[in-house]
């Protein structure tokens, strides 16, 4: 610090700042070592660190390791009626979607009224109570109407179970299949319009080919969300013999007083599902994008060498 006179008084100057190259070149030599390790054995670094936390909150926890061993696979044998009604459910969502979307794409006042009223009210009440009313209401109502439609409107759990997943969801993918329609140009109707298609043939053989690369990858995700739904059929009660994996985790906690480490169970249960399904829908995924966009793993790898030889050029540059 040092002092000047002028004009009679006193200024204070202040000490220069220091360097900041030192710490600079701290920083740029951490991103340069960093940008050498493969992205790869970065992310398996976390994934085990996080793993390594879970597993040491799950000693801490005390849990009846013995009783889980004993039951997870009375729980895990609830997956096979956990996928016939996510199949089922999905199959039927896609049907409704794809009559709801080119509803809602049609010039025909009914048919537009009658979608929006669909996905109006499917997306507008909760899945829980749409379970209830159709397992419940639909009875009453076949009474009311008499024969023979108490006994059609009189459904089984799995299929009512089944039946409002299938509405519920399609609602909402009606309109995942309305963008999907979309995104396919005007140029290709107008040229299969000018081949002599009509409308189911421009539809089934240009459109939707078309416009499945934007359809799969949400279908996919709704399809994961719609196997951790069926839990909620549970709520209906189910026979013992086509009870799903949530249903069966709720009994056999409930009767020896496990009702966490049966939860857990499931929770890895579903888990693991979601992590096999979402290994077969990227998968899917990178088949319909070919042609489209370029490879992940390539543009990635690209990335690390351009970050890593970035880093080397400004640590040449601050070096002394």
């Known amino acids: 610090m040092t002092t000047s006179t002028e004009g009679g008084g006193e200024r204070i100057t202040p000490p220069p700042l220091p360097p900041v190259q030192h710490k600079r070149s701290r920083r740029e030599s951490f991103e340069l070592r ?4 493969p992205f790869r054995l970065k992310l398996a670094a976390v994934w085990a660190v996080i793993l390594g936390l879970l597993v040491a909150l799950f000693a ?37 979607a794809l009559l709801g979307a080119l509803g809602r794409l049609s010039s025909n006042a009914i048919a537009v009224g009658v979608t929006g009223f669909y996905t109006s009210f499917f997306r507008g009440t909760p899945l829980i ?6 397992y419940l209401a639909l009875p009453q109502i076949g009474i009311a109407l008499g024969d023979p439609w108490a006994d059609w409107l009189t459904l089984d759990v799995i299929t009512a179970g089944v039946l409002a997943l299938g509405l519920n969801y399609g609602a909402y993918m009606t309109e995942i299949f309305r963008a999907g329609i979309q995104s396919v140009g005007h140029g290709q109707s107008e040229a299969a319009e000018a081949l002599g298609m009509t409308y189911v043939q421009k539809m089934r053989r240009i459109v939707l080919p078309q416009a499945l690369r934007v359809i799969v990858p949400p279908t996919g995700n709704e399809f994961i969300a719609m196997m951790k739904d069926t839990a ?6 189910t026979s013992i013999d086509q009870m799903e994996i949530f249903r069966r985790a709720q009994l056999v906690g409930r009767a020896d007083f496990r009702n966490l480490e049966a939860l857990l169970i499931a929770a890895l249960v579903y888990w693991g599902l979601t992590t096999i399904f979402q290994y077969f829908q990227l998968r899917l995924e990178r088949r319909l994008s070919k042609g489209y966009v370029r490879g992940t793993a390539g543009v990635a790898v690209q990335g690390q060498r351009r970050a890593a030889a970035a880093a080397e050029r400004k640590a040449h540059e601050h070096s002394p």
């Open 34 to 37: 960093s940008a050498r390790v």
């Open 129 to 134: 109570v749409q379970l209830f009313l159709i």
């Open 60 to 96: 801490a926890a005390g849990f009846d390791t013995a009783w889980m061993r004993e039951h997870a696979g009375f729980i895990a044998k609830g997956i096979t009626w956990t996928l016939i009604i996510a199949v089922l459910a999905i199959a039927l969502a896609c049907v409704l």
């Open 232 to 237: 909620l059929v549970s709520f209906l009660g």
